[in-house]
């Protein structure tokens, strides 16, 4: 079976992605969460793919995890969180290794207002280089 995704990844390539592949993804990532870390622990998920040090394909997962609310340490559930994507992508035939974050909601706003402001400003350019 294909990967779901092939692409280098840079913050300004996350628009490229297929929403399709996105969705699927996160969902992927939202179903392994609440099952190692429960429902009521999971706020969001975000995912890019891309290459690791050694080129390697792998996605870049990121959960916002209510720490407080979580069944386990934070450690755990990243390393479970691992097991059960790696398992999950295999079983689906995708080649790609998971890297995973946990933020909490600060961390997560942070990250999500500098992404924005990368696409205002990828928008400007673009308007710039256009004419427009």
């Known amino acids: 079976m294909a990967t779901l995704v092939d692409a280098s990844f840079s913050p300004t390539q996350i628009g490229n992605m297929d929403t399709h592949i996105v969705a699927g993804l996160k969902k992927l990532g939202r179903d392994a969460a609440e ?12 995912v890019a793919s891309g290459e690791d040090s050694s080129d390697r394909p792998v996605y870049y997962f990121s959960f916002l ?20 994507l ?17 933020l909490d909601r600060t961390d997560w706003n942070v990250i999500a207002h500098l992404r924005w402001r990368l696409c205002v400003s990828r928008f400007r350019r673009r308007a710039d280089r256009d004419g427009g």
């Not at 398992?87 to 290794?97: F, M, N, P, S, V």
């Open 35 to 46: 099952h190692i870390a429960g429902t009521d622990a999971v706020g969001d998920v975000d």
């Open 86 to 102: 790696r398992d999950d992508l295999i079983a689906l035939g995708d080649g790609h290794y998971p890297v995973v974050r946990i």
């Open 65 to 84: 995890i209510d720490q407080d609310r979580a069944r386990q340490r934070v450690g755990l559930v990243r390393t479970r969180l691992v097991q059960k």
